[in-house]
Nanobody
Framework: QVQLVESGGGLVQPGGSLRLSCAASGSGLMYYAIAWFRQAPGKEREGVAWISGADESTGYADSVKGRFTISRDIGKNTVYLQMTNLKPEDTAVYYC?????????????????WGQGTQVTVSS
């Protein structure tokens, strides 16, 4: 089981930026796929971005393409989500999750271990 800890959330004005971090326990980050999901009140959890284990290929939800970037630092066992040009509709609790098969997708059911989440609020 991989333990994940998210950080970096907060309150930001529309148009602003935040960088979320997801620190993973153990040393298997190079094999897992890791994704970021978000869940707003009253809505289903949705996939935001993923990065695969082996070749670092990435995928994004249409709603965040061109604004969010997922990356990882193997040495620090950490995955990041750089968020720019934030909009009020980006407000949600953001979670990271690991997929042990390493393939990556935006489907929550494909993921094995989850963090506790970090709140992102975009408001003026």
């Amino acid at each position: 089981q991989v333990q994940l800890v998210e950080s970096g959330g907060g309150l930001v004005q529309p148009g602003g930026s935040l960088r979320l971090s997801c620190a993973a326990s153990g040393s298997g980050l190079m094999y897992y796929a890791i994704a970021w999901f978000r869940q707003a009140p009253g809505k289903e959890r949705e996939g935001v971005a993923w990065i695969s284990g082996a070749d670092e290929s990435t995928g994004y939800a249409d709603s965040v393409k061109g604004r969010f970037t997922i990356s990882r630092d193997i040495g620090k066992n950490t995955v990041y989500l750089q968020m720019t040009n934030l909009k009020p509709e980006d407000t949600a609790v953001y979670y990271c999750a690991t997929e042990l098969a390493g393939l990556g997708s935006l489907r929550p059911r494909q993921y094995d271990d989850w963090g506790q989440g970090t709140q992102v609020t975009v408001s003026s």
